[in-house]
């Protein structure tokens, strides 16, 4: 595709449910990230994946947060038993190259924890 | 633990003007700095970056200043447009690929 599509856009979960955020990257980049940006703050590093293989998952706050990109295309953001402070918007970004320069980032996915 | 620290937290500038954001940074080891623009309901999207090998860059109207020795760099709008009211976010990169983002900077041109 044209650019990082991420959905659903928003998504409301009541406290303790799961949650699966999808991410579909730019066709053949090697590399992407989820990030994590609360209201007003900068996006935080959760994850990285180059191609199929996870190479750094030490943003993630809890064993409940899981990514997976199985075939090294599109990737899914898991949260387990959802809390209110994981209330926030979760980006996608992927790159051509395996260094990271340039990420293009999708729209996002707003999570609503209640 | 904040290892980027942008400011100002919000910034008015009427149309016309210079738009001046900075960033101080800690960690020597940061190879690569970004500044990415984000509106409303949309990702951050690049807008220029530098290396820390060089002390200025320029785009059009937009230009990093890089000073290593200080560890600061800063982002110029010259020429600023209400199109260009949005969040400014700085960031460095740690290891090969990890972005460390600043706190962001709301940027509102007045026309």
């Known amino acids: 595709g044209a650019g990082v599509s991420q959905s659903p856009r928003y998504k409301v979960a009541k406290r303790g449910q799961d949650v699966a955020l999808r991410c579909d990257p730019i066709?053949?980049?090697?590399?992407l990230f989820w990030y994590q940006q609360a209201l007003g703050q900068g996006p935080e590093f959760l994850t990285y994946?180059?191609?199929?293989?996870?190479?750094?998952k030490s943003g993630l706050p809890s064993d409940r947060f899981f990514a997976e990109r199985p075939e090294g295309s599109v990737s899914t953001l898991k949260i387990q038993r959802t809390q209110q402070e994981d209330s926030a918007v979760y980006l996608c970004?992927?790159?051509?190259?395996?260094?990271?320069?340039?990420?293009?980032f999708g729209s996002g996915t707003r999570l609503t924890v209640v | 633990q904040q290892q980027v620290k942008q400011s100002p937290q919000s910034l008015i500038v009427q149309k016309g003007g210079i738009s001046i954001i900075n960033c101080a940074y800690e960690?020597?080891?940061?190879?690569?700095f970004p500044w990415y623009q984000q509106f409303p309901g949309k990702g951050p999207a690049l807008l220029i970056a530098?290396?820390?090998d060089v002390s200025e860059k320029k785009e059009g109207r937009f230009t990093i200043s890089f000073n290593k020795s200080a560890k600061q760099f800063s982002l110029h709008i010259m020429d600023s447009q209400p199109g260009d009211s949005a969040t400014y976010f700085c960031?460095?990169?740690?290891?090969?690929?990890?972005?460390?983002w600043g706190a962001g900077t709301k940027l509102i041109i007045k026309p």
């Open positions: 994946f180059q191609n199929e293989a996870q190479l750094d």
């Open positions: 530098i290396r820390p």
């Open positions: 970004a992927s790159s051509i190259t395996a260094g990271g320069h340039g990420y293009t």
């Open positions: 960690n020597t080891a940061f190879d690569y």
């Open positions: 066709s053949g980049h090697v590399s």
């Open positions: 960031a460095a990169r740690r290891s090969n690929y990890q972005l460390i």
